[in-house]
């Protein structure tokens, strides 16, 4: 390890996942654009709940779990391949499948700049989080730090998309993730010491609007 090896790790997380990483996560909803159409969140309160019920019991559980599995076996092909193709068949949805697999190619042909024998080994297609895990592992970040940076990320998409709904403005946003912040480092936490036993959930009504985006007239989202 080099001496700057840690803030090289950090460097790293904040640039793969930042907004302005070119994956085009910001005309994906994950089914909140429906939500707030139908009234389902209408204000800042609603906003925190919904995406709390996300992190505990939603998608970005079931994510976290997928994106620590491929952190853990970068390095073994079988594993890799099986948490690949696992997590395209959890996508419950055709948007939620366009959502995660377009949004892990992108990151993978972008991630490729930062070059390793694991990108051969995925292949040019998996799901949002398996490519994130699969490269956070291969150079080192740390997994609870990739999970963190992670569900970070993935908060402040769903807020960016609440703010252009109309739902809040950016100080009240701000001020979910805030309030979200100690549930991320915690589900961060739960993730990296679960496995895919733990893959489970039970946020129907979440499920449902993205099953009911499909049929939006009017749309700003793809999801």
Not at 102 to 109: H, S, T, Y
Not at 190 to 210: E, F, Q, Y
């Amino acid at each position: 390890m080099t001496e700057h090896a840690d803030t090289q790790a950090l460097l790293r997380l904040v640039t793969w996942l930042s907004p302005a990483f070119p994956i085009g996560s910001f005309s994906y909803s994950g089914g909140l654009e429906q939500a707030v159409h139908d009234s389902l969140v209408t204000n800042a309160d609603d906003l925190r709940l919904w995406l709390e019920t996300l992190l505990s019991n939603g998608t970005a559980w079931n994510d976290s779990l997928l994106l620590a599995e491929s952190y853990r076996g970068f390095e073994d092909a079988a594993r890799l391949r099986a948490v690949r193709d696992l997590a395209e068949a959890l996508a419950g949805s055709r948007e939620r499948q366009m959502e995660t697999m377009l949004l892990g190619e992108a990151f993978l042909a972008a991630a490729g700049h930062w070059p390793h024998p694991m990108f051969e080994v995925l292949g040019p297609n998996a799901a949002y989080p398996v490519a994130v895990g699969a490269v956070a592992g291969a150079h080192h970040t740390g997994l609870e730090p990739a999970l963190a940076a992670y569900l970070n990320a993935t908060m402040s998409n769903a807020v960016s998309v609440a703010i252009r709904c109309g739902v809040t403005g950016q100080r009240d946003g701000v001020g979910v993730l805030a309030h979200l912040e100690w549930l991320i480092a915690d589900t961060a936490v739960r993730a990296a010491r679960g496995s895919l036993d733990d893959l489970g959930s039970a946020a129907i009504m979440a499920d449902i609007v993205s099953l009911r985006h499909e049929n939006l007239h009017s749309r700003l989202f793809r999801s």
